[in-house]
C-alpha cells in the first residue's frame, strides 16, 4: 500500500522560510513526477510545482523565483523549500505522486498526500 505523508507546514512570518517534505511509502517501482498543490480557503487546489524524473523542474509563476522543488529518489521524497513567505501564500499544501506500483502497465495511479497547513498572517 503505497502512502505520502508530508511534513513541515506550520505558521511563519511574512518573508520566512519553510521546507516541507513528502515521503513515499510502500511499493514503488518507479517514481514518475513528483507535484507539490495547495488550496486556499474558498479556492481550487492549485499545481505550484512538479519535479519530473528527468529532473525537470516547473512553477507557478506567482510562486517563481521563490520555491524551490526538489527530490531524493533514493529516499522517495520530494521536497519543497519556500523563501520570502507572503499571506497570499497561506493554505494547505499537498504533495501529489505518479508512481508504478506494479509490473503490469496498469499498475500506475498518482497518490495524495494528507495535506500541511502553511499560514502566513498579514
Known amino acids: 500500500q503505497v502512502q505520502l505523508v508530508e511534513s513541515g507546514g506550520g505558521l511563519v512570518r511574512p518573508g520566512g522560510f519553510l521546507r516541507l517534505s513528502c515521503v513515499v511509502s510502500?511499493?514503488?517501482?518507479?517514481?514518475?513526477?513528483m507535484d507539490w498543490y495547495r488550496q486556499a480557503p474558498g479556492k481550487e487546489r492549485e499545481l505550484i510545482a512538479r519535479?519530473?524524473?528527468?529532473?525537470?523542474?516547473t512553477y507557478l509563476d506567482s510562486v517563481k523565483g521563490r520555491f524551490t522543488i526538489s527530490r531524493d529518489n533514493a529516499k522517495n521524497t520530494v521536497y519543497l523549500d519556500m523563501n520570502d513567505l507572503k499571506p497570499e501564500d497561506t493554505a494547505v499544501y499537498y504533495c501529489?505522486?505518479?508512481?508504478?506500483?506494479?509490473?503490469?502497465?496498469?499498475?500506475?495511479?498518482?497518490?495524495w498526500g494528507q495535506g500541511t497547513q502553511v499560514t502566513v498572517p498579514s
Open positions: 519535479a519530473t524524473s528527468g529532473g525537470i523542474s
Open positions: 501529489n505522486a505518479d508512481i508504478q506500483w506494479g509490473w503490469d502497465l496498469g499498475n500506475r495511479k498518482h497518490y
Open positions: 510502500g511499493t514503488v517501482i518507479r517514481l514518475n513526477d
